[in-house]
């Protein structure tokens, strides 16, 4: 079992002796996901694979804070807000806006990117490097935005 998992796991047990009901509720949630994903696939996910699953499951969490603000619900979207804090706890380092540009102004300057017809060329380098640190729709509008500028 990739460390990740193990780790997910070790907090899990941890939660529960601490009767951290909160913080329980969501490990089994991401651990249920996990599950899910490795029999529908019929994989054993490694270390990637469940940092692009947690990274998916704050993204929908993201999505549903503007949906319940939107409907007035401050409670839930403050449960949702919960969430993604102990999601995050088992993501890398998020990177700042300054360390992002930097990486992106490199990968357009490897891959010789000239113009908006090189987006993907340009995100099919960068997503591997980025990916867990970063968000990846404000890295893809950076890049648009750089690429639009080249």
């Known amino acids: 079992m990739p460390a990740l998992k193990d780790r997910i796991q070790d907090d899990m047990k941890s939660a529960m002796r601490a009767k ?3 913080r329980l509720g969501t490990i089994r949630l991401i651990l249920a996901a996990i599950k899910q ?3 529908d696939e019929r994989i054993s996910l490694d270390d ?3 940092l ?3 990274e998916k499951m704050v ?3 993201r999505d549903s804070i503007k949906h319940y603000q939107d409907a007035g619900r401050q409670e839930l979207a403050d449960k949702e807000q919960e969430e993604i804090v102990i999601l995050q706890a088992y993501l890398p380092e998020q990177m700042d806006s300054a360390k992002l540009e930097a990486v992106i ?3 357009i300057a490897a891959t010789g990117a000239s113009g908006p017809q090189d987006m993907g060329k340009v995100m099919g ?3 591997p490097r980025i990916q867990g640190r970063a968000d990846m729709g404000q890295a893809s509008q950076l890049v648009k935005s750089k690429l639009s500028s080249v």
């Open 52 to 54: 692009a699953l947690l």
């Open 48 to 50: 990637d694979q469940v």
């Open 37 to 39: 994903k490795e029999i």
């Open 59 to 61: 993204k929908q969490r």
């Open 20 to 22: 951290d009901k909160a």
């Open 125 to 127: 380098v960068l997503k």
């Open 105 to 107: 102004a490199e990968v």
